[in-house]
Nanobody
Framework: QVQLVESGGGLVQAGGSLRLSCTVS????????MGWYRQVPGKQRELVAT???????NYADSVKGRFTISRDGAMNTVYLQMNGLKAEDTAVYYC?????????????WGQGTQVTVSS
């Protein structure tokens, strides 16, 4: 069973920083793209950042220049460094990963971690 476990969320003041981590565990062949998404109540989940397995990163316009996505292949972990946080960054943050297992690829999601930015 493949599992994604996130950590690092919390409460921070506007202008502050947080670092989210997401580790993939279980039995699988390889990880392809990984990413972070966020969702606030009543709205659709939106993309924050993605990173390919050769470290090409893409960001939502709203976080460019403030957030940095990275990954540690040996640790099967993806990170999201969030600087210059704003109240509008408040959301539940979810990581996902495209996992190759049993000769097929599937997308898996973590359980989410709350990020709250006070203004």
């Amino acid at each position: 069973q493949v599992q994604l476990v996130e950590s690092g969320g919390g409460l921070v003041q506007a202008g502050g920083s947080l670092r989210l981590s997401c580790t993939v565990s279980g039995s699988f062949f390889s990880l392809n793209a990984m990413g972070w998404y966020r969702q606030v109540p009543g709205k659709q989940r939106e993309l924050v950042a993605t990173i390919s397995n050769n470290n090409n990163a893409n960001y939502a316009d709203s976080v460019k220049g403030r957030f940095t996505i990275s990954r540690d292949g040996a640790m099967n972990t993806v990170y999201l460094q969030m600087n210059g946080l704003k109240a509008e960054d408040t959301a539940v943050y979810y990581c996902n990963a495209f996992v190759i297992k049993n000769m097929r690829g599937d997308t898996y999601w973590g359980q989410g971690t709350q990020v709250t930015v006070s203004s």
